[in-house]
């Protein structure tokens, strides 16, 4: 196995070969892009990762980033950067690069950024090669997978934590999962799964002829058995993935998927209300504040009225636990139905929302992990198994 180094800078090229000698892969220095691409054609499967030095500017490193993700998407790319912007990290993003470094980080930290980057490939090659014939594992032959929509009326009570963790626990029983972020303006499911989409569900949307081969390549893989299809990158494009497309999107998931969660927005929009059709299960959720609760109480109201069958719904309080005055027989009270499951607070949540990982993962025999991993097993019993032990990451949304 082997790992590009694309450093024109003899200085920089021979620093990166020194600290990245820790590792059990041969390094391969090449000075741009024309010999990356060279040695990507030479050596095919053997490349597992690519590192951009900083002797490239922001544009010529995007550029690397871009041709080597077309070339060959299961290489992870790792970019060293003189400078740390918004604008560089969001143009990351768009051209799939897993990790971006700061150019002064010391060896140790390249050598760690690195090592995710090759585990991340190696798993992901692992689980494209673990069906027979090399197919996926996804839905069943001959069986429709399950659509999961997680929805609450008010921002802020944790949607995108329950949905990216709901589809991790998923997964962890060896079947992958399909994550669709249908929050359209503000979408966070990749920087919480810290993923770095060259693609997203605006450009899935405007395809004509879209079939479930296909949109397999607007899905960005996560090492836990998560492919997630990203919200645009830019809001003012968001309107324009219509909820025709979403039906569309959402049905072809199916298809190939054991499961499919959506996360939303907190409004109920005719792309909401594609994916309230098109799904089994629909996870309502609030908080212990008036707010919260007024506003599921009108969400069940109107999908009484639009006749959702109430099989569907499960009602989920999080941080649950909270001493505000308010109590869970208070709330079954004014909605009028129980409360199937409550997940606790916790400083593990925001912890692992910062550092990019899944508390799952993060924190995986917590008691919020466990919560997740009981609504798991009601949904698909089969399938919430608990998840490998945490990963170390550190990367340039966390230093010490």
Same mark, same amino acid.
């Given at each position: 196995?082997?790992?590009?180094?694309?450093?024109?800078?003899?200085?920089?090229?021979?620093?990166?070969?020194?600290?990245?000698?820790?590792?059990?892969?041969? !390094?391969?220095?090449?000075?741009?892009?024309?010999?990356?691409?060279?040695?990507?054609?030479?050596?095919?499967?053997?490349?597992?990762?690519?590192?951009?030095?900083?002797?490239?500017?922001?544009?010529?490193?995007?550029?690397?980033?871009?041709?080597?993700?077309?070339?060959?998407?299961?290489?992870?790319?790792?970019?060293?950067?003189?400078?740390?912007?918004?604008?560089?990290?969001?143009?990351?993003?768009?051209?799939?690069?897993?990790?971006?470094?700061?150019?002064?980080?010391? =060896?140790?930290?390249?050598?760690?950024?690195?090592?995710?980057?090759?585990?991340?490939?190696?798993?992901?090659?692992?689980?494209?090669?673990?069906?027979?014939?090399?197919? $996926?594992?996804?839905?069943?032959?001959?069986?429709?997978?399950? !659509?999961?929509?997680?929805?609450?009326?008010?921002?802020?009570?944790?949607?995108?934590?329950?949905?990216?963790?709901?589809?991790?626990?998923?997964?962890?029983?060896?079947?992958?999962? +399909?994550?669709?972020?249908?929050?359209?303006?503000?979408?966070?499911?990749?920087?919480?799964?810290?993923?770095?989409?060259?693609?997203?569900?605006?450009?899935?949307?405007?395809?004509?002829?879209?079939? =479930?081969?296909?949109?397999?390549?607007?899905?960005?893989?996560?090492?836990?058995?998560?492919?997630?299809?990203?919200?645009?990158?830019?809001?003012?494009?968001?309107?324009?993935?219509?909820?025709?497309?979403?039906?569309?999107?959402?049905?072809?998931?199916?298809?190939?998927?054991?499961?499919?969660?959506?996360?939303?927005?907190?409004?109920?929009?005719?792309?909401?209300? *594609?994916?309230?059709?098109?799904?089994?299960? !629909?996870?309502?959720?609030?908080?212990?504040?008036?707010? %919260?609760?007024?506003?599921?109480?009108?969400?069940?109201?109107?999908?009484?009225?639009?006749?959702?069958?109430?099989?569907? !719904?499960?009602?989920?309080?999080?941080? *649950?636990?909270?001493?505000?005055?308010?109590?869970?027989?208070?709330?079954?009270?004014?909605?009028?139905? %129980?409360?199937?499951?409550?997940?606790?607070?916790?400083?593990?949540?925001?912890?692992?929302?910062?550092?990019?990982?899944?508390?799952?993962?993060?924190?995986?025999?917590?008691?919020?992990?466990?919560?997740?991993?009981?609504?798991?097993?009601?949904?698909?019993?089969?399938? +919430?198994?608990?998840?490998?032990?945490?990963?170390?990451? $550190?990367?340039?949304?966390?230093?010490?």
């Amino acid at each position: 196995m082997a790992v590009i180094i694309i450093e024109p800078v003899e200085a920089g090229a021979a620093w990166l070969a020194h600290a990245l000698a820790g590792l059990d892969q041969r !390094i391969l220095r090449t000075s741009g892009a024309d010999e990356a691409m060279g040695a990507i054609a030479t050596e095919g499967r053997e490349v597992m990762a690519a590192v951009v030095g900083s002797g490239l500017d922001d544009e010529q490193a995007l550029t690397v980033a871009s041709l080597l993700q077309q070339a060959a998407p299961e290489v992870a790319v790792v970019l060293l950067r003189e400078r740390e912007s918004g604008q560089m990290l969001r143009s990351a993003l768009r051209f799939g690069v897993r990790d971006v470094l700061a150019a002064s980080s010391d =060896a140790d930290s390249v050598r760690a950024s690195v090592a995710r980057a090759i585990e991340l490939a190696d798993s992901l090659r692992g689980r494209l090669a673990a069906a027979p014939g090399g197919a $996926r594992p996804g839905a069943p032959s001959g069986h429709a997978g399950e !659509i999961i929509t997680v929805f609450s009326a008010k921002g802020g009570c944790g949607k995108t934590f329950l949905a990216t963790n709901l589809a991790v626990a998923l997964a962890a029983g060896g079947t992958e999962v +399909a994550l669709v972020d249908l929050d359209l303006h503000f979408g966070d499911v990749a920087i919480v799964l810290q993923l770095f989409p060259t693609r997203t569900i605006q450009d899935a949307a405007r395809e004509r002829g879209l079939d =479930a081969e296909a949109l397999r390549s607007y899905l960005t893989p996560h090492h836990a058995g998560v492919w997630a299809l990203a919200a645009p990158t830019e809001p003012p494009v968001a309107d324009t993935v219509t909820a025709s497309a979403v039906s569309t999107i959402l049905k072809l998931l199916r298809s190939s998927f054991a499961y499919v969660v959506v996360d939303t927005p907190a409004a109920v929009t005719d792309q909401v209300l *594609a994916a309230f059709d098109e799904s089994d299960a !629909i996870a309502l959720l609030a908080t212990l504040d008036v707010p %919260s609760i007024k506003n599921l109480k009108l969400t069940m109201q109107t999908m009484e009225r639009l006749r959702y069958p109430p099989s569907r !719904i499960r009602v989920i309080v999080n941080r *649950a636990d909270s001493r505000v005055g308010l109590r869970l027989p208070d709330v079954e009270k004014v909605l009028g139905t %129980s409360v199937d499951l409550t997940i606790p607070s916790s400083r593990s949540v925001p912890i692992s929302v910062n550092k990019g990982n899944p508390v799952l993962l993060e924190e995986p025999r917590g008691n919020v992990a466990e919560a997740i991993r009981r609504l798991a097993a009601e949904l698909a019993p089969s399938t +919430a198994m608990e998840p490998a032990p945490p990963r170390s990451r $550190r990367t340039l949304f966390q230093r010490s």
